[in-house]
Nanobody, 123 residues
Framework: RLDLVESGGGSVEAGGSLTLSCAAS????????LAWFRRAPGKERVGVAVIGSDLSIMYAESMKGRVTVSRDNVKKILYLQINDLQAEDSAVYYC?????????????????WGQGTQVTVAS
């Protein structure tokens, strides 16, 4: 398992951008699939982006065109850039890691989670 710590959240005006980071500690970081999820107030946690150990990427349909996920296997940091933020993007954003060859939205397969970082978009 990895220890994950998110940062980069905050308050932003609608139409603005943010880059979230997720710093990891642990071994064999390169072998993990990594993902971003988010939980809006009163809603379930849902997937935003996944980047596999082979750098395959998938995005939630609702976020396509506005988000970019990337990873730095040397620094052990996962990133999520979100552009054109809207009020409905306000949520706690979590990073997660799945050991093994998973490339999935299935949250049950992610065995490492960060504590989350709050993003608030003012309309």
């Amino acid at each position: 398992r990895l220890d994950l710590v998110e940062s980069g959240g905050g308050s932003v005006e609608a139409g603005g951008s943010l880059t979230l980071s997720c710093a990891a500690s642990g071994s064999e970081y390169y072998g993990y699939s990594l993902a971003w999820f988010r939980r809006a107030p009163g809603k379930e946690r849902v997937g935003v982006a996944v980047i596999g150990s082979d750098l395959s990427i998938m995005y939630a349909e609702s976020m396509k065109g506005r988000v970019t996920v990337s990873r730095d296997n040397v620094k052990k940091i996962l990133y999520l850039q979100i552009n054109d933020l809207q009020a409905e993007d306000s949520a706690v954003y979590y990073c997660a890691a799945a050991s093994g060859l998973y490339f999935t939205w299935n949250q049950g397969l992610y065995d490492s989670w960060g504590q989350g970082t709050q993003v608030t978009v003012a309309s």
